[in-house]
């Protein structure tokens, strides 16, 4: 399925009536990890309260031993510093990195932010190495803003 076919689906997931948050991110990882050949792993992080640290949201993919990130670790802690997407085409080349499965070769983070402030990120996992293309980047974006109105 095209990005273009996705975003109207992404947005039904968001605008479903008695429906809690957590289902709704969960469902948006499915709809992406089930649809994007390229997507193996699809989760949320999001800052945990006030702590310099990020927990693990929803997610699917295969169980991962990282659900507290501190700020300024791997990719995600990274992003969460920086405001800023991160896109690594081969995850082998990162000193600064966190390896979730020895499967993985690249991987993208977009963050959330909510009235300014970066407040979790998407982060996906590839199994294919160097994926990645601005497309990806956009239609990420997209999501985080489509999330985001759930959060204010
Ligand atoms: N690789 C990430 C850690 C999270 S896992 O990909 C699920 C990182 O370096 O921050």
Request: glycine share 6%; net charge negative; charged share 20%.
């Amino acid at each position: 399925m095209t990005f273009r076919q996705l975003k109207p689906q992404i947005q039904t997931i968001v605008s479903h009536k008695r429906q809690e948050v957590d289902e709704k991110l969960y469902a948006i990882c499915e709809l992406l990890k089930v649809n994007v050949p390229h997507y193996n792993w699809v989760g949320f992080y999001f800052r945990n309260g006030d702590k310099e640290e990020l927990k693990l949201g929803p997610y699917v993919g295969e169980p991962t031993d990282h659900t507290i990130i501190p700020f300024g670790k791997g990719i995600c802690g990274q992003v969460a510093m920086s405001n800023q997407n991160f896109v690594v085409p081969d995850v082998s080349a990162q000193d600064n990195y966190i390896a979730c499965s020895i499967t993985v070769k690249a991987e993208i983070v977009i963050p959330i932010f909510v009235n300014g402030n970066n407040i979790g990120q998407i982060d996906i996992d590839s199994n294919t190495p160097d994926p990645f293309t601005e497309e990806d980047e956009r239609f990420l974006e997209f999501v985080c803003t489509q999330v985001a109105t759930l959060f204010s």
